[in-house]
């Protein structure tokens, strides 16, 4: 399986799921694992994974170039001589190029596709003509990964009729494998952050689909209108990925897991606000550490979101506004007591995550 996106980014969506899969397979009866990625020479994950002698950058792994290497020069020949029998491409694209046609029937190929934001949303940070070459090539590897690929495992429904709305020939190796959110570990996992007394929880994020900016203005709205009554509020996040940050706003970035756990935990509620998501994981993360939900409808969030969760349109916010009002006034509503969203989430937790993903793999034996 590639690893890259957990070397990249450990603590981001793809790179979590990267080592629950990694993880997962590992504690399957007779089978051998075999990660692959690049890195510096003194990373931690050559130690373990199977990498090129010539070694990139962390800041380097998402470019063409060196994605080009990987995929064309180092891949097709490291699978061959160690007779891979799956691969499982895990960050949207990355199954190797110009295989021949031996070497692309020896092994089953797995696509993990998390969504198809590069054809639908602007998910590039620069602009111009960078930015759109950048996009093409994408598109292409994610052309050329869905082509080869002999199953595709998407997080949702919502992905899924995506995928096939755009790429109608993958209707039949289309699989569903919802994200695994390890929910012994989320209720262990803690760790000490100065919070303050009461506050919301954003997630954030540099992509104009996070909806980030808007969210700000809306909240910013709801806390001069009734400033006695809307909590401060804290965003995992940047403050470079908004133009402005209004006064009682606190970012925090670089959060480990532990971390990002007791920040949930300590929330009075977790506003997410994306336009568009292919699963919605910090959704769940959330639900597991009892902390209630206020999130935007559509995309998959509809499917993730648990019951009795606050919805809000991604758009309007005159009526985000008066939700918040709602929400700081009322607290916590029917189905939104602590044991209920953790018993709802642990429907994501490791051994469903594990019994759903051997019946995929035993469709390609």
């Known amino acids: 399986m590639d690893i890259r996106p957990l070397t990249a980014a450990p603590y981001s969506g793809v790179g979590r799921q990267a080592l629950a899969l990694y993880n997962t397979l590992c504690l399957r009866p007779a089978t051998d694992v075999v990660p692959f990625t690049n890195a510096p020479l003194a990373h931690s994950h050559r130690t373990w994974a199977c990498a090129p002698q010539s070694p990139a950058e962390i800041a ?20 061959s001589a160690l007779a891979i029998d799956v691969y499982v491409a895990t960050g949207n694209m990355g199954l ?14 797995v696509l993990q596709l ?17 930015a759109w070459l950048y996009r093409q090539i994408d598109r292409w590897s994610i052309r050329h ?94 403050p470079r990925d908004v133009p402005s940050v209004p006064q009682h706003v606190r970012f925090v970035h670089g959060l480990s897991d532990a971390q990002l756990s007791s920040w949930y935990r300590r929330a009075e509620r977790f506003w997410y606000p994306s336009l568009a998501e292919g699963f919605g994981l910090p959704v769940i993360e959330a639900a597991a550490c009892g902390t209630p939900v206020a999130s935007a409808t559509g995309s998959s969030l509809d499917e993730v979101s648990p019951p009795g ?46 019994a759903a993903l051997d019946t995929l793999l035993q469709e390609l034996a």
């Open 145 to 238: 990964a869905v082509d080869l690929a002999d199953a595709i495992w998407v997080p949702s429904s919502y992905t899924a009729q995506a995928l096939v709305d755009r790429f109608p020939q993958a209707r039949q190796r289309v699989r569903l494998l919802p994200c695994a959110v390890p929910f012994d570990a989320w209720q262990a996992l803690q760790q000490e952050v100065f919070t303050p007394p009461r506050y919301w929880l954003l997630m954030g994020g540099p992509v104009p689909r996070k909806n980030t900016a808007w969210f700000l203005r809306a909240w910013q709205q709801a806390r001069e209108t009734w400033p006695e009554l809307i909590p401060p509020l804290v965003v995992v996040g940047h």
């Open 114 to 130: 998390h969504g198809l934001f590069q054809f639908t949303q602007g998910d590039r940070l620069d602009s111009g003509g960078k």
């Open 96 to 109: 190797p190029i110009g295989l021949s046609d031996v070497r692309r029937q020896r092994t089953r190929w």
């Open 60 to 79: 380097d792994l998402h470019r063409p170039r060196q994605r080009y290497q990987f995929e064309r020069h180092f891949l097709p020949d490291a699978l």
């Open 309 to 354: 969760s606050l919805r809000f349109d991604p758009v309007d916010d005159i009526a985000l506004t008066q939700l918040m009002h709602r929400a700081a006034r009322q607290g916590r509503g029917a189905g939104e007591a602590s044991e209920e969203l953790q018993q709802w989430a642990s429907r994501y937790d490791l051994p469903r995550y594990g």
